[in-house]
T-cell receptor
């Protein structure tokens, strides 16, 4: 049972480099989410996708782009990495209808350091 | 501004103690979730509540919609319960979740 799979698990980048974080789920969920987790702060929503073909900004979208490639995959791209984007990134998915009433399933996280 | 408040931030308990973690929120919600984050970083969903009370093993979650407050109780705590417990709410509008900063629990043998 794979659930939500994130790659890579760790990454170190230099300021200005770009990279894409990959996320895939095998639970046939419509809703997918990207969060970042920083010390002393709760998980914060970067972008979410309520269904295939749609994406919406969350609380902290600046510096990121996303692609809902198909129902299974939701990628997060940093076009020009900045030290402020050093964080742990989590992908999650949930079923619908009423995604707020469905449990969220999380990936294992990606630890990203920007030097 | 974080509109989901958890208390306490840190909690240390002796094995066997009864533990309570609290979560308060500021506006109407459609659902509240309790999550557990293991020391290794993985996050799992424990409960989803929109009213009343739910129980799973030694874990009990309650919610009071009028008071905008939820509690997570752990009975007969065990060292394997050591983790960060996170409260998350889904507001009445939309399907986004907002998270508390978490309560770090350490249970000492």
């Amino acid at each position: 049972n794979a659930g939500v799979t994130q790659t890579p698990k760790f990454q170190v980048l230099k300021t200005g480099q770009s990279m894409t974080l990959q996320c895939a789920q095998d639970m046939n969920h419509n809703s997918m989410y990207w969060y970042r987790q920083d010390p002393g702060m709760g998980l914060r929503l970067i972008y979410y996708s309520a269904s295939e073909g749609t994406t919406d900004k969350g609380e902290v979208p600046n510096g990121y782009n996303v692609s809902r490639l198909n129902k299974r995959e939701f990628s997060l791209r940093l076009e020009s990495a900045a030290p402020s984007q050093t964080s742990v990134y989590f992908c999650a998915s949930s079923g619908t209808p009423q995604a707020g009433h469905q449990p969220q399933h999380f990936g294992d996280g990606t630890r990203l350091s920007i030097l | 501004k974080n509109e989901v408040e958890q208390s306490p931030q840190n909690l240390t308990a002796q094995e066997g103690e009864f533990i309570t973690i609290n979560c308060s929120y500021s506006v109407g919600i459609s659902a509240l979730h309790w999550l557990q984050q293991h020391p290794g970083g993985g996050i799992v969903s424990l409960f989803m509540l929109s009213s009343g009370k739910k129980k799973h093993g030694r874990l009990i979650a309650t919610i009071n919609i009028q008071e905008k407050h939820s509690s997570l109780h752990i009975t007969a705590s065990h060292p394997r319960d050591s983790a960060v417990y996170i409260c998350a709410v889904a507001w009445n509008t939309g399907n986004q979740f907002y998270f508390g900063t978490g309560t770090s629990l350490t249970v000492i043998p």
